[in-house]
């Protein structure tokens, strides 16, 4: 399951979304609810770093959050991106749509 969607102490009006390890259909209904609440602010932060496992109905979530937020001009960035999520957003074409950042070399 995700971490719950707070705001982060340097800005009150920023909310961070932590992805889980296992980022599958069965933990999307509580990845949803972050992603949900984290339109409300102004910013959002991220951080998939910790993403052992992703399926397709994730990366679509994922997909729609951005448009959503981009939408509502809300400012999203990453502040980690796992090599199992980046490979699966390439493969299913939607690495850009994302806006996964850039990997940093091992």
């Known amino acids: 399951m995700g971490s719950k969607a707070k705001p982060t102490p340097a800005s009150e009006a920023t909310t961070r979304v932590t992805l889980p390890a296992d980022c599958r ?3 999307l209904p ?3 609810a972050e992603l949900q609440a984290a339109l409300a602010t102004s910013a959002a932060e991220l951080d998939a770093s910790a993403v052992e496992r992703v399926d397709t109905a ?3 979530l ?3 959050f951005r ?3 981009a939408s509502k001009g809300l400012a999203v960035a990453w502040t980690g ?3 199992a999520l980046r490979d699966a957003a390439t ?5 850009h749509t994302l806006e996964l950042p850039a990997s940093t070399p091992a």
């Open 25 to 27: 259909i069965a933990d």
């Open 30 to 32: 509580a990845v949803k």
């Open 58 to 60: 994730a990366l679509q």
């Open 62 to 64: 994922l997909a729609v």
């Open 67 to 69: 448009r959503d937020a």
């Open 81 to 83: 991106a796992s090599a």
């Open 91 to 95: 493969l299913l074409g939607l690495a």
